[in-house]
């Protein structure tokens, strides 16, 4: 019960932040009050094929290559664990099963790979914005903040999967293998230790999750929505 209190609470500031953005969105364009419903729904047509452009072919942003390599990592690492945590949760939490057989494997292997791709273009778009420091990109602290969330995120990932490998001798552990790697750090740990670990860790990451989830809409992280 305790952790949809903090989801809750997590989507209720989020939520708001978002209202909020639309509101002085759609707020500053007061020609749409005055303009008949076929402009209406050309200008939504138009904001659907931004939409497109920017999210899945980086418009924008494909025209600065190295900007371009960690968006993409970053944008296609994040989908796919977003995806798989959505499959555990509705198997999980709701009973319909459907993680389960070669859609498991297949999900597994592709989220340990991404996962990897993730931290990749997390690593690089903190070398480009806070070390290289370019002038035409404006880094704020709390991109920083979004950027090591991120990854702590992903190293959560792995030794919750890791310790779960070792502690149930997965059978399929082949199909995960940076968990397995990391499970490997665990296996001098007896089992007892590893479900305390496991436990705690599970909880610190669920409870960073909600804190990313809360803080997307106040960063530049917005614009993955």
């Known amino acids: 019960i305790a952790l949809y209190i903090f989801l809750i609470f997590a989507l209720i500031i ?20 005055t303009k008949n419903s076929t402009i209406r729904f050309g200008f939504y047509i138009n904001r659907l094929k931004h939409l497109y452009n920017f999210t899945f072919k980086r418009g924008g942003v494909n025209k600065k290559r190295e900007v371009a390599s960690y968006h993409t990592l ?11 945590t959505t499959m ?19 999900i597994t ?30 880094s704020a602290p709390a991109d920083k903040l979004m950027i090591f969330t991120l990854i702590l995120l992903c190293l959560q990932g792995y030794i919750l999967e890791g310790i779960r490998i070792v502690v149930t001798d997965d059978p399929w552990k082949f199909y995960s293998p940076i968990g397995y790697i990391t499970g490997s750090f ?11 670990i496991h436990f ?3 909880w610190i990451h669920a409870l960073s ?6 803080l997307i809409p106040y960063t530049k992280f917005f614009h993955i929505i």
Request: include cysteine.
């Open 109 to 138: 292997a592709l989220s340990d790979i991404f996962g990897v791709l993730l931290m990749i273009g997390c690593a690089y778009a903190y070398k480009i914005r806070y070390l290289d420091q370019p002038d035409r990109l404006n």
């Open 88 to 106: 555990v949760f509705i198997d999980y939490d709701f009973g319909i099963k459907i993680y389960h057989g070669k859609f498991y494997l297949w």
């Open 14 to 33: 989020f939520l708001n932040a978002i209202a909020q953005r639309f509101i002085l969105y759609f707020g500053n364009q007061q020609n749409l009050n």
């Open 74 to 84: 970053i944008l296609y690492g994040f989908l796919v664990l977003t995806f798989t």
């Open 200 to 202: 705690s860790t599970w």
């Open 186 to 196: 665990f296996s001098f740990f007896g089992e007892s230790t590893n479900r305390i």
């Open 209 to 214: 999750v909600f804190v990313f989830i809360a």
